[in-house]
């Protein structure tokens, strides 16, 4: 029981991590019909700009202040973000207003590619490591319930508490501000935003801003646990079962689909995997999100999809 | 005046209907085939034929069942990569287990089993739909790719987990030098070819498009849609697995799993995008862009260093690849949407009316 116990809070704290990446796809599809698969790309970008800066900043600082340096890197790649963002915006999303899908996610792979080569140019293609000072140290729970307690990794469980504020703070932010209600309408209709004078192109560059900030908290956790390297953009594939089966356009469904997906995977690993093999859980996580979507074809919690002829 | 087709009256139905109603289409096809046929191979060297010819022939037909799929179907699918391995590694095993078989018969079977397995994993195309279906295909990629690795007897239990094949003959004749193998591609493909565009001609290809442009329409005007849909997974996933054999037996001779990798999905859905959605001649465009930008590229940044001076680094030449590579794609797709094959048609069209502007 308490293995089972120790696996399913490993899957969901796993999830968690999921989630995060998974927001940065939602986000975007939600406010431009966007599938960003460049996401994965913006991470390893955000993650490589991190460990670069808060390296030189601690270099700057003398190496006594960590913090201070971690804080100055984080607002400078950030910033970086926000450049990207801006471009991205400029120079690619403009142009292709009322593509199909499919030409939409061709282009941000083709923008993948961009940000690949970049981070990669500017930054170094070493593997990097980031230390934003998360303990690495597991802790045991639970001892007087069972016998031997419950190991829980702390640093996944920071990195979840972080995904969970982060996700509160995006959902006030959508709900609360003037901006969100601006993203929300956009979302809901191009034509409708734009006739009652919501600045379209703006909207889209804090989307791809926001999604930038999403994908650095994200590269930053990620980077942290597995260093800064080249198959970090690889993560993305490892979110979009989470994005599907929570549903594209849904914040809340990016955070469930994840806990769903993460549980999923560590239990078919401990539990099936042994059984055929091992390394199941990458395609057991698409398998399990094509089985809801067998039920649900938005996904647990995307809109509605009503066909007229 | 040169492009026109006046004069030409067409007397039969048949002559009405045929794939190229212009002339001097056919004979330029023509043309270009018996030129590939004669001309290439006296031309090209070993090179040329290894790192380029035959690559963009094998995954032209690749693409060209992409095409099928994605162009005239318009099922997103991200797991093209797959329907390859399967085509590739079906081959291997029937190949290996039932030695007596001629080449030509293993590559059908490959083919074969790879639109066995399309039917099924095209199911939740009933259900699902555009970009959830897309993700839903990469179930199948990651799924093989981890089937090919983990399970034995796919590699016929290997210990290296690479497979190979060796002294490939067809009815006797040797195709073990790249002339031969350039020839035997191109005879192979010119044929799917030909099915391909008379299928999108005739009554499947139609109901194909119909789903594309709106399956609940289609739906209402008496198109099945679960006939129409696995139709297009089983022929796509048959020239896609015909590929995958023939990229596994001709081009690498031995290849583990990861020459089949989601890269290689992504890659044929870049030559079918690029090329142009719902396009033959597109796939063939699409596929010779696709290969042709990363040799180029390869050799002409160093070449572009050298001439300032700067000595480029392997690494950062490969960087840059990526760099001009995604830009480059981005860039066709604001310029031209709807691909080469668009372009195409374009020039013929101002050629036709040439030297009037109208």
Not at chain 1, 260 to 285: D, H, M, N, R, T
Not at chain 2, 333 to 341: C, F, N, R
């Amino acid at each position: 029981m308490a293995f089972f116990l120790e696996t399913l809070i490993g899957g969901l704290m796993a999830g968690m991590l999921y989630s995060l990446v998974a927001l940065g796809f939602v986000l975007i599809y939600k406010a431009s019909g966007v599938f960003n698969f460049a996401q994965g790309a913006m991470v390893l970008f955000a993650a490589l700009a991190m460990a670069r800066f808060s390296g030189w900043a601690n270099a700057a600082l003398g190496g006594d202040s960590l913090i201070l340096a971690n804080i100055i890197a984080f607002i400078a790649a950030g910033g970086v973000m926000f450049i990207v963002a801006w471009i991205i915006e400029r120079l690619a999303l403009r142009n292709l207003v009322n593509q199909e899908g499919a030409t939409l996610l061709m282009a941000t792979l083709g923008i993948a590619y961009v940000l690949e080569g970049i981070g990669q140019t500017l930054f170094g293609s070493e593997i990097y490591n980031i230390d934003v000072g998360m303990p690495k140290d597991p802790v045991i729970m639970l001892e007087s319930v069972f016998e031997g307690g419950i190991l829980i990794n702390k640093e996944d469980f920071y990195a979840a508490l972080i995904a969970a504020a982060l996700v509160i703070a995006l959902s006030i932010f959508f709900q609360k501000t003037s901006t969100g209600r601006a993203l929300r309408a956009v979302a809901d209709d191009h034509q409708a935003a734009l006739s009652i004078g919501i600045p379209l192109n703006r909207i889209w560059v804090i989307v791809w801003c926001v999604a930038g900030v999403v994908a650095l908290v994200a590269g930053i956790i990620w980077g942290s646990k597995l260093g800064v390297q080249f198959s970090l953009a690889t993560v993305a594939l490892r979110a979009l079962p989470v994005v599907i089966l929570g549903g594209l356009t849904s914040v809340p469904g990016a955070i469930i689909g994840g806990l769903i997906i993460g549980i999923g995977e560590k239990l078919s690993e401990v539990f099936l995997g042994p059984y055929v093999g091992g390394g199941i859980e990458i395609w057991f996580a698409y398998m399990l999100a094509l089985v809801f979507l067998l039920f649900r074809p938005q996904g647990l919690f995307g809109e509605k999809i009503i066909d007229r002829v | 005046m040169i492009y026109r087709e006046n004069g030409q009256f067409k007397t039969s139905y048949g002559a009405d209907q045929q794939i190229f109603p212009i002339a001097q289409d056919r004979y330029l096809v023509l043309a270009i085939i018996a030129f590939a046929f004669i001309g290439v191979p006296m031309l090209a060297d070993e090179y040329f034929f290894r790192a380029i010819l035959i690559p963009f022939l094998i995954l032209s037909l690749a693409a060209l069942g992409v095409n099928l799929l994605v162009g005239y179907c318009g099922q997103i699918t991200l797991g093209a990569g797959a329907f390859m391995a399967i085509g590739a590694y079906a081959a291997y095993n029937f190949l290996i287990r039932v030695p007596e078989l001629p080449l030509l018969a293993v590559l059908i079977l490959g083919g074969l089993t790879s639109a066995a397995m399309g039917i099924l994993f095209g199911i939740p195309s009933l259900r699902v739909r555009g970009l959830y279906l897309a993700v839903a295909t990469l179930a199948a990629q990651f799924f093989w790719d981890w089937a090919f690795l983990r399970i034995g007897w796919f590699t016929n239990y290997s210990s290296s987990g690479s497979v190979s094949v060796s002294n490939l003959t067809v009815f006797g004749w040797d195709i073990s030098s790249p002339v031969n193998k350039y020839l035997f591609c191109l005879a192979i493909l010119v044929v799917f070819a030909l099915i391909a565009k008379n299928l999108t001609r005739a009554s499947l290809g139609r109901q194909w498009m119909a789903i594309r442009d709106m399956d609940v329409a289609a739906e209402v005007i008496g198109i099945r849609p679960m006939w129409a849909k696995l139709s297009a997974f089983a022929v796509s996933s048959f020239f896609v697995g015909v590929a995958g054999a023939l990229w596994g037996f001709v081009h690498l001779g031995s290849w583990e799993p990861a020459a089949f990798s989601v890269d290689r999905s992504f890659q044929l859905l870049f030559m079918v995008i690029i090329g142009g959605m719902g396009s033959i001649v597109g796939s063939f465009f699409g596929a010779a862009f696709i290969i042709i930008l990363p040799i180029f590229l390869n050799q002409f940044l160093p070449a572009l260093g050298d001439l300032f001076g700067i000595a480029i680094s392997t690494a950062a030449v490969s960087h840059a690849e990526f760099i001009i590579f995604g830009s480059l794609i981005v860039f066709f797709l604001i310029v031209e949407p709807h691909g080469l094959a668009r372009l195409w048609a374009t020039s013929k069209e101002k050629l036709r009316l040439w030297p009037f502007p109208h």
